[in-house]
């Protein structure tokens, strides 16, 4: 996954930090630091952080792609149980 925050456009509301941490930090009170390639591990976080941004600020690209999806995935339901 691919981030890009258009830093014109951010006016440092902070919530990207808030809800990841891990990949967006305050560095004083306008000043947004983050780490471009984000982490598989904080994929639901980021997303949170990019649908609460205010001004819309943040692209995620790569984020709509499903992880692996589960051995399960895509095999019918067994009428045997």
Not at 11 to 31: I, K, N, R, W
Not at 59 to 67: F, I, M, P, V, Y
Request: proline share 6%; aromatic share 6%; glycine share 6%.
């Amino acid at each position: 996954m691919r981030l890009v925050v258009d830093l014109n456009r951010c006016q440092g509301y902070a919530q990207c930090a808030f809800l990841a941490p891990d990949v967006f930090t305050m560095h004083g009170e306008e000043s947004l630091v983050y780490d471009p390639r984000g982490e598989e591990k904080h994929r639901e976080k980021v997303a949170r952080a990019v649908a609460a941004c205010p001004v819309q600020a943040i692209l995620a690209e790569g984020l709509d792609e499903a992880a692996d999806p589960p051995s399960w995935a895509g095999q019918e339901a067994s009428d045997d149980c």
